[in-house]
């Protein structure tokens, strides 16, 4: 095989032992390479380029499966190279077809990797974002909406706050005036549920679906969720009758449906799952099947308390924020210097994540009564996340009902976050405080939690293990 003229940057990345053993082989970057270890085992795979921050030890192989694979360099035996694939990092870009006969869908940007490439060179993710590269990475978006995208801007997630929240609500509201049939938001998972609950109060009476995606797995990886969780996005703000903020993503863990869950009742649940995201004491909004068979339905609507589409409605939106709140998770031990130090800071609000029924120790009785004296709004949680705060039942709970600390029933912790900011950047009296807080907007709070809205299955039992081989095969 001839080498291509220009094979420069063949050792990227690479240096001592990895490097040696290339240079060792006559193979590097973009090889692509047959490698056999001391066990026996062979590799077949294109050599990936490596970050300058990772060690100098192994080989990186991406392997002919798709998935890519560590090598210990100090276990190669033999290596040689039966190809050369160069990575090309630019998406493919193909002109948006756009048809009248479909929903007209704007994907607004703040970040998320929902359809990107990894530049292996240095780890950096390059999103997809033009209707054209959204095209050309998932051609199947086409047959779904007309699609427009803005980029409001590129953060991870962990990075967003009160004036992206406020950017997002206002570019919703002038998206829906233009005449969109849903909106889409590609969002980075960490965050999502946190913005997800912002919206439910920043933007009301919305007359379309308002749907929030993300991906837990990049594109480039076989086990990707990107792609089917931004069809079934893009479905949902094209034709189902919810006009709700939710947000899309995996059902079970395997891909056969997408779950739809109301912006103020679910939480991430676990860091790489691509079925992290859950509804909390309640049950999903609908599930969204993006491959139905004859006779089957995109949309399977799982509770009838929605609001429904209505072009007619005028979206009410209210960008309120005040930033002076925080959350404390309570732990046995915690000084009341905290809330002291808080309090002293001006901060306006605080959310307790309590234990049980919505508990904290009495060391800190005589810190939360100062600060609601200086006019601190103190609301209580429970860190159990099912479940409601119920201070009237022990006398813990009940001294601190009479100190003036606000139960927020089921609220989530993160959604009472979220709410507190909202209303105290509109209302200062103390009475009216409480009022609107304790008022649900939508669906925060709700009267009770269905029979079948908690589901804990612990591995390693045997009838779990029983349902499990049943299930998964």
């Not at 990345?13 to 490698?35: M, N, Q």
């Not at 269905?450 to 045997?462: A, C, F, K, R, S």
Request: net charge neutral; hydrophobic share 35%.
């Amino acid at each position: 095989m001839t080498a291509p003229e220009d094979r420069s940057d063949r050792f990227q990345g690479y240096r001592g032992p990895a490097r040696a053993v290339l240079e060792k082989f006559g193979i590097g970057v973009w090889s692509d390479a047959e490698i056999e270890n001391d066990a026996g085992s062979v590799f077949r795979g294109v050599i990936l380029p490596r970050s300058e921050t990772f060690d100098d030890l192994h080989l990186v192989v991406k392997m002919w499966n798709g998935y890519n694979v560590g090598i210990a360099a100090s276990r190669v035996k033999t290596a040689r190279e039966i190809g050369y694939r160069k990575a090309s990092y630019k998406i493919p870009e193909k002109e948006f077809p756009r048809d009248g006969a479909k929903k007209n869908v704007t994907l607004l940007g703040t970040g998320g990797t929902i359809a990107s490439r990894l530049d292996y060179r240095t780890g950096a993710v390059i999103p997809a974002f033009t209707p054209g590269e959204l095209y050309g990475a998932v051609p199947e978006l086409a047959d779904i909406a007309n699609l427009t995208t803005h980029k409001l801007f590129g953060v991870f997630s962990e990075n967003m706050g009160p004036t992206h929240y406020v950017a997002l609500a206002k570019a919703i509201g002038e998206e829906i005036a233009k005449g969109a049939a849903g909106i889409v938001i590609g969002h980075g998972t960490d965050t999502m549920h946190h913005t997800g609950a912002i919206l439910s109060f920043m933007v009301q009476n919305s007359p379309v679906p308002i749907v929030l995606v993300g991906s837990q797995r990049s594109s480039d990886r076989p086990s990707s969720d990107a792609a089917l969780n931004l069809m079934s996005a893009v479905r949902t703000a094209a034709e189902c009758d919810i006009a709700e903020v939710m947000l899309c993503m995996f059902g079970p863990t395997s891909d056969r449906y997408n779950l739809l869950h109301r912006g103020t009742r679910c939480r991430k649940m676990h860091s790489s799952y691509r079925s992290t995201f859950r509804s909390i004491g309640t049950t999903p909004l609908a599930m969204v099947n993006p491959f139905p068979k004859e006779n089957e339905a995109f949309f399977t609507y799982l509770r009838r308390d929605t609001i429904k589409r209505d072009h007619s409605r005028v979206p009410v939106i209210n960008t309120a924020f005040e930033e002076r709140v925080t959350i404390q998770y309570y732990y046995p031990n915690m000084n009341p210097d905290i809330v002291d130090a808080l309090s002293e800071k001006g901060y306006r609000g605080l959310v307790i994540a309590g234990t049980g029924l919505g508990h904290v120790n009495k060391p800190l009785y005589p810190a939360l009564r100062r600060a609601i004296e200086r006019g601190m709004t103190v609301v209580m949680t429970v860190q159990t996340i099912w479940g409601y705060a119920q201070m009237y039942v022990y006398d813990t709970g009940r001294d601190l009902l009479d100190l003036g600390v606000i139960p927020l029933d089921n609220m989530l912790p993160e959604a009472a976050y979220m709410k507190l900011c909202w209303v105290l950047g509109q209302e200062t009296d103390p009475t009216r405080i409480r009022e609107r807080l304790t008022t649900p907007v939508n669906h925060e709070i709700t009267p009770r939690e269905p029979h079948n809205g908690y589901l804990v299955m612990q591995g390693g039992l045997p009838e779990v293990e029983e349902f499990v081989r049943k299930q998964w095969k």
